[in-house]
């Protein structure tokens, strides 16, 4: 049987959801107006998590030989791993109010590429083992969620908070694929993944929202200015 079944299918319709609301969200967050600058890092980031639910529907969702499977995972580490650094580019810029310095961007790169390779050649030595990305994911969401944490006690940004609420929701998540805890069984299986795909499914709603108030923030404040 092509198709999987149990915990798996169920991580796998989750993240076809996912990938699939993400898509007119896209577009909606396209046509809004506000700060161009600011609408380019939510569309890269927007489209980035919706290229790997889709790459992740695949990955859940068929049974394929071992080779394909860990072929499709080569680009599905990729798309992660760039997820996580416009995510922390997005943070680090709401924060400072400026886009970070060449020679650390640099030094995050080597290190976000470092990590991929280990993922990649993890992978094919044990299948579906994705702790070196999970380890990596961890440090610049903790990060990203302390910029945005200060900016919200301070007052200094006032979308911040659907950010603190997606990135609480995130880091739960993590626990989950960390730990590798967690089994529910409400009509259909949901393993610790497809537990986290159901964080991931509500984090992107918060985003969205997230994204269009930071769009009209920003513009909103180059206008008093």
């Known amino acids: 049987m092509l198709l999987k079944s149990g915990a798996e299918f ?7 959801i996912t990938g699939l609301i993400l898509i007119p969200l896209i ?28 790459l992740g529907f695949l990955v859940h969702g068929f049974n394929f030989s ?39 961007r ?13 993922c990649v050649v993890n992978g094919f030595l044990t299948v579906s083992n994705i702790y070196p990305y ?3 994911a961890v440090i610049p969401a903790v990060v990203g969620f302390l910029y945005y944490m200060i900016m919200l006690f301070k007052r200094e ?4 908070i659907y950010m603190v609420v997606a990135l609480v929701l995130q880091l739960v998540g993590f626990y989950f694929q960390i730990t590798r805890r967690g089994y529910l069984k409400i009509i259909w299986e949901f393993n610790c993944d497809g537990i986290y795909h159901i964080f991931l499914l509500i984090t992107v709603v918060i ?15 180059n206008e008093v200015r």
Do not use: C, H
Not at 106 to 118: E, K, R, T
Not at 208 to 217: A, E, N, P, R, V
């Open 66 to 104: 071992e080779l394909i499977f860990d072929i499709l995972w080569i680009p599905l580490y990729a798309v992660m791993i760039l997820i996580v650094l416009r995510f922390f580019f997005l943070a680090y810029f709401d924060y400072y109010d400026k886009e970070i310095g060449k020679n650390v």
């Open 10 to 16: 169920t991580n796998a319709v989750i993240d076809l």
């Open 207 to 221: 985003l969205f929202i997230f994204g269009l108030s930071d769009i009209k923030y920003i513009e909103k404040n």
């Open 134 to 136: 999970l380890i990596f």
């Open 27 to 54: 577009f909606i967050l396209k046509n809004v107006k506000g700060d161009d600058k600011k609408k380019r890092k939510w569309l890269e980031l927007l489209a980035l998590l919706s290229l790997g639910d889709i």
């Open 106 to 118: 640099i030094i995050i790169d080597i290190i976000a590429l470092v990590d991929y390779v280990i």
């Open 157 to 160: 940004y006032s979308p911040s």
